[in-house]
């Protein structure tokens, strides 16, 4: 059964910065497209950034642009967001989310496999 594990999760200040993690398991994780997805209670699960198979490509949501970085290692199974300049409003529960598809998936429909979401709170 596959798994996705997301990892790194947690209270953070305005302004500060979070790391999180996603590990994969019994995938064979270089043809999946990996993204990070987010959704508040009551919201729909909206993109944050996605990367191709080979992390030659990655993508991002404009509100989130520019303060995100997503990168994988395919030979460790990981994708990881890097998020600096943290608002309320990125107030979220954070998913890793994979897709059989050849360019990166920005709608929550085309991603096959799906983490338990891991909460980030950025409050003061």
């Known amino acids: 059964q596959v798994q996705l594990a997301e990892s790194g999760g947690g209270l953070v200040q305005p302004g500060g910065s979070l790391r999180l993690s996603c590990a994969a398991s019994?995938?064979?994780?270089?043809?999946?497209?990996m993204a990070w997805f987010r959704q508040a209670p009551g919201k729909e699960r909206e993109f944050v950034g996605g990367?191709?198979?080979?992390?030659?490509?990655?993508s991002y949501a404009d509100s989130v642009k520019g303060r995100v970085s997503i990168s994988r290692d395919n030979a460790k199974n990981t994708v990881t967001l890097q998020m600096n300049s943290l608002k309320p409003e990125d107030t979220d529960v954070y998913y890793c989310?994979?897709?059989?598809?050849?360019?990166?998936?920005?709608?929550?429909?085309?991603?096959?496999?799906w983490g338990q979401g891991t909460q980030v709170t950025v409050s003061s």
């Open positions: 989310a994979a897709a059989a598809s050849s360019v990166i998936a920005t709608t929550p429909r085309r991603s096959v496999y």
């Open positions: 019994r995938l064979t994780f270089n043809i999946y497209v």
């Open positions: 990367i191709s198979r080979f992390g030659d490509q990655t």
